[in-house]
């Protein structure tokens, strides 16, 4: 079952990308919505709030969505943190290397309400 | 002496192809941004706005449509921006593939081309890159650690 009123991060270094998913997650019916624009903004917002879910992209800079997956997963504080990778990195040597990081999910980029909406339910019925 | 004037035309030349084709990107980031976040902005409005009083709502949505069409308009443009970087990038390829022949004939290829970074590949073309379904049975399939 998942929680509507928990607090969700989006992290992406393009603010149309934010927009984009801040209003699909609107139109899913979650409320609380951050966003940071790398991994590093990202790991300083999860270390001063506690969030339900992370949605982020991959390639970022200086920290990438990747670097932030391994840096939760290490910090006992938010290792149990939920992670979705959003991104148009699609190789299958992306897949794999996200899932053993620990990541919860992966979307490809371009994607709809539906697929994020799928992802999101799967994340907290597994 | 002639090889090394047509050196240097041939670098001078291939910076200002790269230099316009480089001008011309970062035009269309900026018009591509600009009419995504307009487009988004004048949803977000719609979205906002409140229905029951349906005159105002009717009025609100037609000006909001109106403005949506006329942020696409960046789609001409940039499709023009990106004709002009097409003409560059071909006249920019007939320099490389002719500096490629001279090179060739001077030296051997020593192979240390840069790569780039581990994991970082960008959007795929079509057809290449895997689909979300693809993805999906894919992490299924790979190994999770146990947390």
Not at chain 1, 32 to 52: C, Q, V
Not at chain 1, 76 to 96: C, D, Q, W
Not at chain 2, 115 to 134: T, V, Y
Request: hydrophobic share 40%.
């Amino acid at each position: 079952m998942v929680d509507m009123s928990m607090p969700i991060l989006v992290v992406d270094d393009y603010n149309t990308m934010i927009r984009i998913i801040r209003n699909l997650l609107r139109q899913l019916g979650f409320a609380e919505i951050d966003d940071a624009s790398d991994g590093s903004a990202a790991l300083s917002k999860l270390r001063a709030k506690k969030y339900g879910l992370v949605i982020s992209d991959w390639n970022m800079e200086p920290m990438t969505g990747y670097e932030l997956l391994k840096e939760v997963r290490a910090d006992p504080g938010l290792s149990r943190t939920p992670f979705i990778m959003v991104t148009a990195e699609s190789k299958t040597e992306n897949v794999i290397a996200a899932k053993r990081a620990g990541v919860d999910n992966y979307i490809v980029k371009p994607f709809n309400a539906q697929t994020l909406k799928s992802k999101i339910d799967a994340v907290f019925s597994g | 002496m002639e090889r090394n004037i047509s050196k240097r035309h041939t670098t001078a030349s291939t910076r200002a192809h790269l230099s316009a084709a480089r001008r011309e990107l970062c035009a269309i980031v900026r018009a591509t941004e600009a009419a995504a976040g307009a487009i988004m902005q004048c949803a977000e409005n719609v979205l906002s706005a409140d229905p029951a009083c349906a005159e105002s709502y009717r009025r609100i949505v037609g000006q909001q449509m109106s403005a949506i069409f006329e942020s696409c308009a960046f789609q001409d443009i940039t499709g023009q921006r990106i004709a002009r970087i097409i003409a560059q990038l071909t006249k920019l390829e007939l320099q490389l593939a002719h500096a490629s022949l001279r090179l060739a004939e001077e030296r051997k290829d020593d192979g240390s081309a840069r790569k780039r970074g581990p994991l970082l590949h960008g959007p795929q073309p079509q057809g290449r890159g895997n689909s979300q379904a693809e993805i999906d049975a894919l992490f299924l399939a790979s190994e999770a650690p146990s947390r």
